[in-house]
């Protein structure tokens, strides 16, 4: 891994967490800091830096460290939450949102989680219904899960609150931080996922897209429960005939129907992430797509592309074999759909 240093507050170098993760990584410099917030996009840091000059925060999530998700995230009709155990990824996807977000691509590791599920529990106690909680909304949730080992704690946590759900959100076909988890019916594993092409173009560093299928083959083996996320769609002449290839090719790996959702949503921008698209990748083909100006401020497709398009890939998605009740449509402002959520791109 790129990471040539490793920067550990004080207040949780004795944490056996840290010490976990020092133990795994060793042959790094080690440097102790008060507060990582003093360091940490304190300066501008290059974004391309992350290929080989990274350096990897632990610490200690000050503030909230669970918050509401924005309005019509994820499945419909629940309240959902993100909770932040994370900043930054070792992946390089070029629409990445996260190149526009914070100010350096320095990973931060927050170390805090017992504080992460208190106040988890404490939310789904002010519930009598279903509440989601997503991970993987800075970072994505299983790149570095082996070095992290986190999740069988939260799998753990579930026993407790049966009326909780936990969505891992993932590009990365490494499964080690799962060995020890246990299957649990509300802890939910998604990938975002693409025609084969488009994550060739896109998806830098991240897993090929038959290392994905064959990881979430293994989890359904497993049996444990499983989320899609199409999204970004980004539209050429055959996006259809791509997607309608893609959810064939799904099935030679594991049943359509077994998905507990599937989202669709097309590739936007907001204008911080587009200025360093533009930076980053000049020669981007992104940056050839016809693009609007919405009045948030974002750059999408046209209405009648986004329409036409999102609408068709569910009727494929249909046609092809997910459930019906499994597929919706996300990140849309308006009410082409009921039900719309608003996942940020994984
Ligand atoms: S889109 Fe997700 S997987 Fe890709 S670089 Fe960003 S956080 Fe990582």
New binding site residues.
């Given amino acids: 891994m790129r990471i040539k240093r490793i920067i550990v507050e004080n207040q949780v170098k004795d944490s056996s967490y840290v010490k976990n993760i020092l133990d795994k990584m060793k042959h790094r410099e080690i440097v102790f800091i008060d507060n990582y917030t003093d360091w940490f996009g304190r300066y501008h840091k290059p974004y391309l830096d992350k290929r080989n000059n990274l350096q990897l925060f632990l610490a200690r999530k000050q503030g909230k460290t669970v918050k509401p998700a924005p309005e019509a995230y994820g499945v419909s009709g629940e309240p959902h939450y993100y909770f932040v155990h994370a900043y930054?990824?070792?992946?390089?996807?070029e629409?990445?949102?996260?190149q526009g977000y914070f100010r350096s691509p320095d990973l931060v590791l927050f170390t805090n989680h017992d504080e992460i599920r208190d106040s988890m529990t404490e939310i789904t106690r002010s519930f009598n219904s279903n509440v989601w909680f997503h991970a993987?909304e800075?970072?994505?949730s299983l790149?570095l899960s082996h070095i992290t080992e986190e999740w069988a704690e939260y799998s753990n946590w579930l026993q407790q609150h049966p009326n909780a759900k936990i969505e891992l959100r993932?590009?990365?076909a490494n499964l080690r931080g799962l060995r020890n988890v246990n299957p649990h019916e509300n802890l939910i594993i998604s990938y975002?996922i693409a025609p084969e092409d488009q994550v060739r173009r896109y998806?830098r560093s991240?897993s090929a897209l038959d290392a994905r299928l064959r990881a979430l083959q293994k989890l359904y083996q497993r049996s444990f429960k499983l989320g899609l996320h199409c999204d970004p769609v980004i539209y050429n002449p055959k996006v259809f005939e791509n997607y309608r290839n893609l959810f064939l090719k799904i099935k030679h790996f594991l049943p359509l129907e077994v998905f507990e959702y599937l989202s669709i949503g097309m590739v936007r921008f907001a204008k911080d992430t587009f200025s360093a698209l533009n930076q980053n990748y000049p020669q981007s083909a992104l940056l050839a797509e016809e693009f609007v100006t919405g009045s948030d401020g974002k750059k999408r497709y046209a209405r009648h592309i986004r329409l036409r398009t999102l609408n068709k890939l569910k009727e494929i998605a249909i046609e092809s074999g997910f459930r019906s009740e499994s597929v919706y449509i996300c990140m849309e402002e308006d009410s082409m759909q009921t039900g719309t959520p608003a996942l940020l791109?994984?």
């Fill in positions: 930054n990824c070792i992946y390089e996807c629409y990445c949102y996260l993987g800075f970072s994505d790149a993932t590009k990365s975002s998806d991240a791109q994984q």
